[in-house]
C-alpha cells in the first residue's frame, strides 16, 4: 500500500492502480477488517457508502507483521516478522515483534531491508507519520519508519487536523495516518460492543470530514492490517493443560495462531499427532511446509532460527492460549486475531481522489 502510494506521488504505475497525485495520505485503521466494516455498515455509513475494494493481508493476520510489510513492500519471511511473538533459537530469546523492543537500535538491527519512508526521503519525497506520542521512539517505529518526520497527536481529531495541514503544503508527500483506537477496543469488548461500535461510527465521520478539505490533487487511501473476531468465554482453549511447559522453550505467536518452540524437535510428530486427536475439530495443527505449500509463506529459509516446529491455528471460533506463556491482560481479551480465516485477513482499501 505504501510503496503504491508513493509510486503515485511520483506518477508512476503501482501495484494497486492508484491515480497520480502530488500528495497521498495512507490511512490505517488497526483491526478494521473488510467484514469488521460491512458488519458495521449502520455505524459506518460514509466508508460503506463507497466502493470498498477486498484486499487480504499477510498470515500471520497481526499488526507486527502487517505494518512491516506495509511499510517496507516485503513478504514476512523476509523482514523476519513472522509473528507477534517469536523465539530466536540463535540466541535462547523470546521477542515480542510489537512493543517488546529493548530499544531501537535493536529493532533496526533485526530489520534491515530499506522502507518505503528511505525510499521516499532518497527520491525527494517528504514521507510523515501522524500517530500518538506512545508510538514515537518504539522499536517498531525505527524498524518501519526510520526516514519518516513524525508529528504527535494523541487525539484522534488532531491527528486529522494535523494530516489535512500536511496535505497543504507545496511539497509533494506521503502521510501515514495511523488510528489504533479500533483495535484496543476490540481486544478488550470486541467488535460487537457498544464502545467499538461508537469507535467506528467515531471513525467514519471524521473520515467523511477529512474527505471534504482534501486539497486538489490529492489523494486517499483507508486500510487496515488485519480483522478481528470475537471469541465467549467458554471458546478458550488452554494448551497448558496439554504441552507441558518443560517440553517447550516458548509457546509464541497470537491467541488465533500459536507457534509451537519444541525443546526436542524430535518429538514434533508425536507431539502434533495426539494434539490432533485433543483439538483436531476446533484447530490446525501445522508445519513450515504445510504453510509453504498453501501458499501463506513463499519459504522460510532466510531465518530458520525463528521457525517453529510447528503452529496451532484457530479453525473455528476459539482462542488458543498456553498460560505459561500468554499475558495475564490477554487471558480476557474479546476481540482476537492472528489466523487465516477470511474475516482475519480480509481487508478494505477504499480510495479517494486516486
Not at 171 to 196: F, K, M
Not at 261 to 280: C, D, F, H, I
Not at 288 to 316: C, M
Request: hydrophobic fraction near 40%.
Amino acid at each position: 500500500m505504501l510503496i503504491s502510494a508513493l509510486a503515485a506521488v511520483q506518477k508512476q504505475e503501482n501495484p494497486i492502480g492508484l491515480a497520480p497525485v502530488k500528495s497521498i495520505c495512507v490511512l490505517l485503521v488497526d483491526g478494521l477488517g473488510f467484514h469488521n466494516l460491512v458488519d458495521a455498515a449502520g455505524h459506518a455509513r460514509f466508508l460503506n457508502a463507497q466502493k470498498v475494494q477486498k484486499s487480504y493481508c499477510h498470515f500471520p493476520s497481526t499488526t507486527s507483521t502487517s505494518l512491516t510489510s506495509l511499510a517496507t513492500g516485503r513478504s514476512p519471511e523476509e523482514t523476519g516478522f513472522i509473528g507477534y511473538n517469536i523465539f530466536d533459537r540463535a540466541v535462547g530469546r523470546r521477542m515480542n515483534l510489537l512493543s517488546g523492543w529493548e530499544d531501537q537500535e535493536s529493532a533496526t538491527a533485526f530489520q534491515t531491508l530499506p522502507t518505503v519512508s528511505d525510499l521516499a526521503v532518497a527520491r525527494g519525497i517528504a514521507f510523515d507519520v501522524v500517530s500518538q506520542a506512545t508510538y514515537q521512539h518504539t522499536g517498531l517505529t525505527a524498524a518501519t519508519m526510520p526516514a519518516a518526520t513524525f508529528h504527535i497527536a494523541d487525539s484522534l481529531e488532531a491527528r486529522f487536523t494535523i494530516a489535512a495541514e500536511l496535505l497543504r503544503l507545496d511539497e509533494p508527500r506521503v502521510v501515514y495516518l495511523y488510528i489504533p483506537e479500533l483495535d484496543q477496543t476490540a481486544h478488550n469488548y470486541g467488535v460487537s460492543s457498544n464502545r467499538w461500535l461508537a469507535g467506528i461510527e467515531l471513525v467514519d465521520g471524521l473520515v467523511r470530514d477529512f474527505v471534504s478539505q482534501l486539497p486538489r490533487n490529492t489523494g486517499l487511501v483507508v486500510t487496515s492490517d488485519h480483522g478481528v473476531i470475537d471469541v465467549a468465554e467458554h471458546e478458550k482453549i488452554y494448551f497448558d493443560e496439554i504441552i507441558p511447559e518443560e517440553q517447550v522453550h516458548f509457546v509464541g505467536g497470537d491467541t488465533r495462531g500459536l507457534m509451537v518452540y519444541l525443546k526436542n524437535p524430535e518429538q514434533r510428530s508425536q507431539l502434533m499427532e495426539s494434539l490432533n486427536t485433543a483439538v483436531g475439530n476446533d484447530c490446525y495443527l501445522v508445519s513450515a511446509d504445510d504453510l509453504i505449500s498453501a501458499g501463506y509463506f513463499r519459504n522460510l529459509g532466510q531465518r530458520p532460527e525463528l521457525v517453529p516446529d510447528f503452529w496451532i491455528i484457530a479453525k473455528k471460533n476459539v482462542a488458543l492460549y498456553h498460560r505459561a506463556f500468554a499475558r495475564a491482560k490477554s487471558l480476557a481479551n474479546i476481540g482476537h486475531h492472528g489466523s487465516f480465516s477470511e474475516k482475519e485477513l480480509a481487508v478494505p482499501i477504499i480510495r479517494f481522489n486516486c
